[in-house]
T-cell receptor
Framework: IAGITQAPTSQILAAGRRMTLRCTQDMRHNAMYWYRQDLGLGLRLIHY???????GKGEVPDGYSVSRANTDDFPLTLASAVPSQTSVYFCASSPQGTGNYGYTFGSGTRLTVV | KQEVTQIPAALSVPEGENLVLNCSFTDSAIYNLQWFRQDPGKGLTSLLLIQSSQREQTSGRLNASLDKSSGRSTLYIAASQPGDSATYLCAAGTYNTDKLIFGTGTRLQVFP
């Protein structure tokens, strides 16, 4: 089934630890995105990639890094986790990064930093 | 900076009612307006996408309208059912940021 796979589904992480959230899509979409969703704040864009080999910063990029080595994968890394990064993280993709295209979302990773 | 607002934040209605969810945006320079559904603990499912040149889109019992000049979109749900219970989010694709900006959602409960 075509779509986006995120892993892990949930994770409890000690503060200061490094963690990578994985995101893989099989739709050959050029653009991919990472959002975090927090109660009362909605979804906020962390980083994005319009095409393999390029990345850009979203609204809340601090404390996160991404890479886009190929079309399918877009991992999100927390270099040294802090409690304020406790959130639900969603990966999304669209055919192109600019212009009028719908988004497809993964099912999310629930991260708790303690 | 684009800001997207959804009112009401929560809504509870009896089964069978027709209802309207509201979405407003501050920057009218959008290329589309998208509506999503989110079930508890799940990801977002795309419902409707209205391009900036369109006035409305329909899918089954759902109808979404767009009025760029007033900065508003509405999602109309006809003959609501308990299975419609979910959070509905709108998002504006904005030229300035070239990315989707989301509202905080309307949590809908339809009771039998």
């Amino acid at each position: 089934i075509a779509g986006i796979t995120q892993a892990p589904t949930s994770q409890i992480l000690a503060a200061g630890r490094r963690m990578t959230l994985r995101c893989t899509q099989d739709m050959r979409h050029n653009a991919m995105y990472w959002y975090r969703q927090d109660l009362g704040l909605g979804l906020r864009l962390i980083h994005y990639s319009n095409t393999a080999g390029t990345t850009g910063k979203g609204e809340v990029p601090d404390g996160y890094s991404v890479s886009r080595a190929n079309t399918d994968d877009f991992p999100l890394t927390l270099a040294s986790a802090v409690p304020s990064q406790t959130s639900v993280y969603f990966c999304a993709s669209s055919p192109q990064g600019t212009g009028n295209y719908g988004y497809t979302f993964g099912s999310g990773t629930r991260l708790t930093v303690v | 900076k684009q800001e997207v607002t959804q009112i009401p934040a929560a809504l509870s209605v009896p089964e069978g009612e027709n209802l309207v969810l509201n979405c407003s945006f501050t920057d009218s320079a959008i290329y589309n307006l998208q509506w999503f559904r989110q079930d508890p603990g799940k990801g977002l499912t795309s419902l409707l996408l209205i391009q900036s040149s369109q006035r409305e889109q329909t899918s089954g019992r759902l109808n979404a309208s767009l009025d760029k000049s007033s900065g508003r979109s509405t999602l109309y749900i006809a003959a609501s059912q308990p299975g419609d219970s979910a959070t509905y989010l709108c998002a504006a694709g904005t030229y300035n940021t070239d990315k989707l900006i989301f509202g905080t959602g309307t949590r809908l409960q339809v009771f039998p």
